[in-house]
């Protein structure tokens, strides 16, 4: 599968982006789709899952209430809405993809990675 994401950019504290990430190379439905991001000097963690069919998503408490992850499997693209974007929010963030289900936040898991879209919010 290659991802492409798409989408960062620089927005002020309280403003909204959308991530998109296109999927092409296999069959997208099935797939759980993955966000993580990595900030400047620290980890890559976990920031939202939606699962093959859609019916289920799984966020980190730091988005939770203000992202939403999405996806539309007859345009193989998955969808990262951010609301209420904070300082804290600046990263990189990746499209993941992964045939396996489970412990949704190891990036370890996951099978596939698109290049990265940076997000820069400004306080």
């Known amino acids: 599968v290659q991802l492409q994401a798409s989408g960062g950019g620089l927005v002020q504290a309280g403003g909204s982006l959308r991530l998109s990430c296109a999927a092409s190379g296999r069959t997208f439905s099935n797939y759980n789709m993955g966000w993580f991001r990595q900030a400047p000097g620290k980890e890559r963690e976990f920031v939202a899952v939606?699962?093959?069919?859609?019916?289920?998503?799984y966020y980190a408490d730091s988005v939770k209430g203000r992202f939403t992850i999405s996806r539309d499997n007859a345009k193989n693209t998955v969808y990262l809405q951010m609301n209420g974007l904070k300082p804290e929010d600046t990263a990189t963030y990746y499209c993941?993809?992964?045939?396996?289900?489970?412990?949704?936040?190891?990036?370890?898991?996951?099978?596939?990675w698109g290049q990265g879209t940076l997000v820069t919010v400004s306080s």
């Open positions: 993941t993809a992964r045939s396996s289900s489970g412990r949704f936040s190891y990036a370890a898991l996951y099978d596939y």
């Open positions: 939606i699962t093959r069919s859609g019916g289920n998503t």
